[in-house]
């Protein structure tokens, strides 16, 4: 017999020993390793490897998704042999293991890596090159787990994390899928708990909090220590996004397991009592945490002043701040900064201000943070001198404003119409060494377009994107709104259908903008077109929105199609607001539909809305439309006596109303009683011009120029509709001489004639 045939002979023995102690043991899966030595006995050269089903760990189960399904059913003679010529290969350097590598399945990876437990240079090498070769190597959850714990003990956490990411992105696998991974292979790799704190760190730093909850479960229900590091991670970021109930889990899960907590442990925990709002809980909390040895520090004072200044509890703040040096702790500026913060924003601006001193006494420096809360404020009160004196403070300690402090200074000047003011810190803005941004593009904008300078607005915007700095909804909607009020609806269209050119949605008030100036136009057709527009893109509706469509169609008499907006709002559940209801009376009394408006009233006053001023002189006005101004009065006095406090406009309102009754007694008994028993109201250019009218049209003109002499002597100024009034009287009695007296008297006021003259 030649050495081929021996071979031959020994390949078929070996492999006929295999499949008899297959067979033998058909409830168990028995993997065979050929073990290398010059023993004779070919039998002596197999060893079992650990029984698959007999683990200490659970039985792995890949899901259905698994990629190992078919691979992991069996492990082979071929293998076994695989494995030890990649371990050979390995432990030579060769440069051939790319040629075994092909031929891997995903078992045969976990089987090589158990081998390189003790050798951990090995180890890495396979991984090494299994990466470089096979980049696309399908694996499952346990070839990954193993590789991670390998590279993890070689102290490659970031390689390690990679693999878990990878894990943790593949279809179908579940939390409860990659902890057994990891843990059936935890101990044939030799690795430690540090594992199961990357896990969870990996879970967090991904954003998938539900996660990493629901992995630190299933690890502590294993009997596995998380470090308090890897607990920190989780449960501040559970605070973070406000999942506190879970994060109270996870700290009372700490507890149990006597992991010991630290600083930052009672720092977070601490927050999220404050962001629950039970601050009231703090101080048992700190109890509990003191007996285990952990004391508070300055972020926890920090972090209770800050809860209590955001809340407008300043006495509180106050005090803890007072406390802080007797534990040994100084206030440093952001403990100033948050006082100062919260004193601006509950309105305390000169308490914040004696803050400031206190701080600067302190030996502290301010920066940018602690006087943008007070700019802030000042901007919101108005306070022009204050304000400046801020900002020259803070330029004179050469602190360097943000972009913030430069928004607030430039949007007071543009809400006081000093553009001048406002572009000389737009442009300090750019000498500031910052870029401006388009917040402070657009308040510059807004000024512009508030002066009805839309031109120059027009040429900031193209300025802003020149820079690179792109328009939002916001700038869009300023331009929108400055074009409306111009009545450039073709300039504003152009620019909707560039808004929606360029991928950017209009939310409600862009719609509602153009609404209403096609509305202030009398294109309703097109207003309606846009409303159908925003029901179909499924944009809010809101009730300013309807309101606005109400008022148009209300304006021009259209009852009937103002009715059907009323019910088509109803309907969406959007409540009506005293505006609404304003709309829709003083709509149905122009038109003279007064049934119609006392049953809106009604249900306005069911629905327990107060009825404004506004709404009142509708129903006034619906009276005296329908000649009924004694039933106007009536009503007036009923809302009086209801504590409704009447305005001129429902004064003037009766005061027409009887005049075209030609009841004029009355109509004077109203002003008097609009002078005499209401104190604060006076007589305007409507009331006398409504009495006026009366007199010239019953032909009393000596009447009517007592009365004009009266209204000049009380400093109330003729306009032309008074003087064309009393020009038309004289010139209907035929006494031209007073109509040409009064008509040079009317062009030495700066009036001209109208074509009623």
């Not at 010059?38 to 899901?63: A, G, Q």
């Not at 101080?283 to 972020?299: A, H, M």
């Not at 900064?337 to 004193?343: E, P």
């Not at 406009?649 to 109303?657: A, E, F, P």
Request: net charge positive; hydrophobic share 40%.
């Amino acid at each position: 017999m030649n050495q081929t045939t021996v071979k031959v002979f020994k390949f078929q023995f070996l492999f006929s020993i295999e499949i008899k102690l297959s067979l033998s043991q058909p409830q168990k899966m028995i993997v065979h390793r050929i073990i290398p030595s010059r023993v004779k006995d070919p039998l002596t050269r197999f060893k079992p490897l650990k029984n698959l089903t007999t683990s200490s760990s659970p039985v792995f189960e890949p899901s259905s998704s698994s990629s190992s399904s078919s691979s992991s059913a069996s492990f082979s003679v071929s293998d076994s042999f695989l494995v030890e010529k990649i371990c050979f290969s390995l432990k030579q350097g060769n440069n051939n293991v790319r040629n075994h590598l092909i031929r891997l399945n995903p078992l045969a990876v976990v089987e090589v890596l158990y081998r390189c437990r003790n050798d951990l240079t090995l180890g890495q090498r396979f991984v090494d090159q299994l990466g470089f070769h096979f980049p696309n190597f399908k694996h499952t959850s346990l070839s990954l787990s193993a590789m991670i714990h390998i590279l993890v003990r070689s102290g490659r956490l970031s390689d390690a994390q990679s693999c878990l990411l990878r894990m943790i992105r593949r279809s179908g696998v579940s939390r409860l899928e990659i902890v057994n991974s990891l843990d059936s292979t935890f101990s044939n790799c030799g690795s430690n708990d540090s594992v199961f704190d990357l896990l969870i760190r990996t879970y967090v730093q991904a954003r998938k909090l539900r996660e990493a909850h629901e992995a630190f479960t299933l690890l502590r229900s294993k009997g596995f220590t998380v470090s308090i590091d890897a607990c920190n991670a989780l449960i501040g970021s559970l605070v973070r996004i406000g999942w506190v109930e879970l994060a109270w889990g996870v700290y009372q899960e700490i507890s149990r397991s006597g992991v010991g907590i630290n600083v930052y442990t009672l720092n977070i925990m601490v927050n999220a009592l404050c962001k629950d709002g039970k601050m009231e809980k703090v101080g048992t909390f700190l109890s509990q945490v003191q007996e285990k040895g952990v004391y508070p520090d300055i972020v926890t004072y920090n972090t209770l002043i800050s809860a209590y200044s955001s809340k407008g509890l300043m006495e509180e703040a106050f005090e803890l701040m007072n406390a802080m040096p007797g534990k040994g702790f100084s206030p440093g500026v952001y403990t100033y900064n948050t006082v100062i913060n919260g004193l601006c924003k509950h309105g305390k601006y000169e308490r914040a201000k004696e803050v400031f001193a206190e701080m600067l006494r302190s030996g502290l420096s301010p920066d940018s943070t602690t006087y943008r809360s007070l700019l802030m404020e000042a901007c919101k009160k108005g306070d022009v001198v204050e304000t400046e004196k801020v900002f020259s403070d803070m330029r004179s300690r050469d602190v360097v404003p943000d972009l913030v402090c430069f928004s607030s200074m430039m949007s007071l000047f543009t809400r006081s119409g000093n553009l001048d003011k406002a572009l000389m810190y737009f442009n300090s803005v750019k000498e500031a060494g910052l870029i401006p941004d388009n917040v402070i593009y657009t308040i510059l904008i807004q000024g512009y377009c508030r002066k009805g300078m839309i031109s120059v607005a027009m040429n900031l915007r193209n300025e802003m994107l020149q820079q690179g700095c792109a328009m939002d909804v916001v700038t869009y909607n300023t331009i929108l709104h400055g074009l409306c009020k111009r009545k450039m609806l073709g300039e504003a269209d152009k620019l909707f259908n560039e808004m929606t050119e360029r991928a950017l949605f209009p939310d409600s008030y862009t719609l509602t903008i153009l609404i209403d100036g096609h509305c202030k136009l009398g294109n309703l057709q097109n207003a309606m077109e846009l409303f159908q527009k925003m029901k179909e893109k499924r944009i809010r509706l809101d009730v300013v929105t309807y309101n606005t469509l109400l008022d148009g169609f209300g304006k021009v008499g259209d009852i009937d199609t103002a009715k059907e907006i009323w019910a088509d709002m109803v309907s969406k559940e959007i409540l009506p607001t005293p505006i609404s209801y304003s709309i829709l009376v003083n709509a149905l009394c122009s038109k003279g539909h007064l049934a119609e408006a006392f049953r809106v009233w009604d249900e306005m006053i069911s629905k327990n809305i107060k009825p404004t001023v506004m709404i009142c002189n509708s129903m006034i006005k619906g009276y005296c439309r329908s000649g009924n101004a004694s039933d106007g009065e009536s009503f007036l006095e009923k809302m009086i006596s209801e504590g409704f406090v009447p305005d001129c406009i429902s004064y003037n309102t009766l005061i027409y109303g009887f005049v075209r009754e030609e009841n004029m007694s009355k109509a004077f008994g109203l002003v008097k009683k609009m002078e005499e028993e209401q104190g604060g109201l006076v007589p305007d250019v409507f009331t006398y011009n409504s009495i006026l009218h009366g007199f010239c049209r019953q032909n009393q003109m000596k009447e009517a120029e007592v009365v004009l002499r009266k209204m000049i002597e009380r400093g109330v100024n003729p306009d032309r509709s008074t003087y064309t009034c009393m020009i038309n009287g004289f010139v209907s009695q035929d006494n031209l001489t007073e109509a040409f007296r009064i008509h040079d008297e009317m062009l030495q006021r700066g009036f001209s004639p109208d074509d009623k003259f």
